[in-house]
T-cell receptor
Framework: NAGVTQTPKFRILKIGQSMTLQCAQD?????MYWYRQDPGMGLKLIYY???????DKGEVPNGYNVSRSTTEDFPLRLELAAPSQTSVYFC????????????FGSGTRLTVV | EDKVVQSPLSLVVHEGDTVTLNCSYE??????LLWYKQEKKAPTFLFML????IEKKSGRLSSILDKKELSSILNITATQTGDSAIYLC????????????FGQGTRLTINP
């Protein structure tokens, strides 16, 4: 049982490049989330989804896009990378009923230079 | 704006000491409060508190929620070096999306 899988674990991007952070879960969870964590800070919500085909903005969505074509996958796209997007990105999921907290992925450390 | 504030932001103690970490919140539509421990990677779940005044315990860790004061504490007794981590407090909102609002975290360092 893999849980929530994020790839890649590390990435260095140049300013202006694009990339997609992958997130997949095998627990049949309806709700999925992307958070970013900057040094010394808590987690800030970027985007979330309550089911396939449904996404919505969180607290810090600028510079990012998401899609949710299947229940399992929730990729996060950075179109024009900026140094301000240097952060650790966490994907998380929860069933959607009887809330027991999130299952987190192991994170992606992204550096934009 | 929903807000969760933790204190202290950083704490250094000696092994064997007892520590108390604080979390206060100002949110609309409170559902529950969660504590997570974060070492190198992803946060791992410690407690979820929904009812005021009921202590949750797991080994040397315990936590309690005070809904009147809009706050929670996390206690760790007889600390060990393995307790060194960032401790995150988060509040779950009563909304369809079960979003969590996180505090900044408390970085706890236990020296031998």
């Amino acid at each position: 049982n893999a849980g929530v899988t994020q790839t890649p674990k590390f990435r260095i991007l140049k300013i202006g490049q694009s990339m997609t952070l992958q997130c997949a879960q095998d627990m049949n969870h309806n709700y999925m989330y992307w958070y970013r964590q900057d040094p010394g800070m808590g987690l800030k919500l970027i985007y979330y989804s309550v089911g396939a085909g449904i996404t919505d903005k969180g607290e810090v969505p600028n510079g990012y896009n998401v899609s949710r074509s299947t229940t399992e996958d929730f990729p996060l796209r950075l179109e024009l990378a900026a140094p301000s997007q240097t952060s650790v990105y966490f994907c998380a999921s929860t069933p959607g009923q009887n809330f027991y907290g999130y299952t987190f992925g192991s994170g992606t450390r992204l550096t934009v230079v | 704006e929903d807000k969760v504030v933790q204190s202290p932001l950083s704490l250094v103690v000696h092994e064997g000491d007892t520590v108390t970490l604080n979390c206060s919140y100002e949110v609309t539509n409170f559902r529950s409060l969660l504590w997570y421990k974060q070492e190198k990677k992803a946060p791992t779940f410690l407690f979820m508190l929904t009812s005021s005044g009921i202590e949750k315990k797991s080994g040397r860790l315990s936590s309690i929620l005070d809904k009147k004061e809009l706050s929670s504490i996390l206690n760790i007794t007889a600390t060990q070096t393995g307790d060194s981590a960032i401790y995150l407090c988060a509040v779950a909102l009563i909304q369809g999306a079960q979003k969590l609002v996180f505090g900044q975290g408390t970085r706890l360092t236990i020296n031998p």
